[in-house]
C-alpha cells in the first residue's frame, strides 16, 4: 500500500483535481494562485471555507465578527465542541491551517460594513457569501460591484437554499435582484424557521464549484442565473435575472 501523500507532495495531494479535464494542471495552477473572501463564518461560510482549503485555494481571508454557540454545531463545518465561544474566524481558520498547511488563511474579526468593505473584498478575486442577513449582503454588493470583484450570493432557510453569481458590469446584482431590501419580518431565515444540517453544505458546495469554475474558466459561467434547491424534496430550479438598467448600485458600472 502506498503511504499517504502529504502536503509536501502537491502532486499526490492534488492528483483528483489535476485529472479533470475541467481543470487540469493549468487550472490547479490558478486555484494555486487566487484568493477567496469569505464573509460570514457560520453554515454556509464554514462549508464553504473546508471545501476551498482542500481544494488548495491560494489565499483565505475569513470575516465574523461574532463567536460559536453550542447551537452554530448542528449546521457547520469544521468547527468542533471545543471551538465554543471562540470569536469564528479565529477558531475556523486555526482549525483549517490543519487540514492544509499551505494555503495563506487570514481572519479578520469584524463585521463588514461600508468603512471597511471596499478594503475587504479587495483581498480576493472571488468572494462567497457566508451571511445571514440582507443589509450586509446590500454592502457587499455595493462594494463588490464598485471594485468589480465578482461574488456567489447564497441564502439558505428550513430545507430551501438559493445562489447565484453575480459578476459586476455583465449581471443582474442583489439590487437589481430585489429593488428593496427583504424586510426582515418577512424574510425566511435559520432563525424563524430552522434549518435542516445539509442544505448548507449543498449551497456551500455550489457556491465553491461555481468559484473554482469562475477562478479556472470565467468566460463559460453563467452570471445572473438564480438557482434554487429543496433539499428536502430533492428539487431544483432555476431563473434568469435580469438585469435592471435603472439600478441604484450597477448602472452606472
Ligand atoms: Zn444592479
Known amino acids: 500500500m502506498r503511504k499517504p501523500s502529504s502536503p509536501k507532495q502537491p502532486e499526490d495531494r492534488y492528483a483528483r483535481q489535476w485529472q479533470l479535464p475541467e481543470l487540469g494542471a493549468e487550472g490547479h495552477r490558478r486555484i494555486r494562485e487566487r484568493g477567496v473572501v469569505i464573509v460570514g463564518c457560520g453554515a454556509l461560510g464554514s462549508n464553504s471555507a473546508d471545501l476551498l482549503v482542500r481544494s488548495g485555494i491560494g489565499r483565505l481571508t475569513l470575516v465574523d465578527a ?9 449546521r457547520v463545518a469544521v468547527y468542533r465542541e471545543e471551538d465554543t465561544a471562540r470569536p469564528k474566524a479565529e477558531a475556523l481558520a486555526e482549525a483549517l491551517r490543519a487540514i492544509n498547511r499551505d494555503v495563506e ?8 460594513r461600508e468603512s471597511n468593505a471596499r478594503r475587504l473584498v479587495l483581498e480576493g478575486d472571488i468572494l462567497i457569501d457566508g ?14 460591484v464598485a471594485t468589480g470583484i465578482p461574488w456567489v450570493f447564497g441564502a439558505v432557510a428550513g430545507t430551501f437554499g438559493m445562489t447565484m453569481l453575480i459578476a459586476p458590469g455583465t449581471s443582474a446584482c442583489l439590487h437589481c435582484l430585489f429593488p428593496e431590501p427583504p424586510d426582515r419580518e418577512h424574510v425566511l431565515t435559520a432563525g424563524n424557521s430552522g434549518l435542516i444540517a445539509p442544505i448548507p453544505r449543498i449551497i456551500a ?11 479556472t474558466a470565467p468566460d463559460s459561467c453563467q452570471a445572473g442565473m438564480l438557482r434554487f434547491i429543496d433539499c428536502w424534496t430533492a428539487s431544483l430550479s432555476e431563473q434568469r435575472v435580469t438585469r435592471n438598467l435603472d439600478c441604484p448600485t450597477c448602472k452606472s458600472f
Open 131 to 144: 451571511l445571514d442577513n440582507y443589509a450586509s449582503r446590500y454592502v457587499v454588493n455595493g462594494a463588490c
Open 205 to 215: 458546495a455550489l457556491q465553491v464549484a461555481t468559484a473554482l469554475r469562475w477562478i
Open 105 to 112: 488563511i487570514r481572519a479578520v474579526i469584524d463585521r463588514i
Open 66 to 74: 461574532d463567536r460559536l454557540t453550542e447551537n452554530n454545531l448542528q
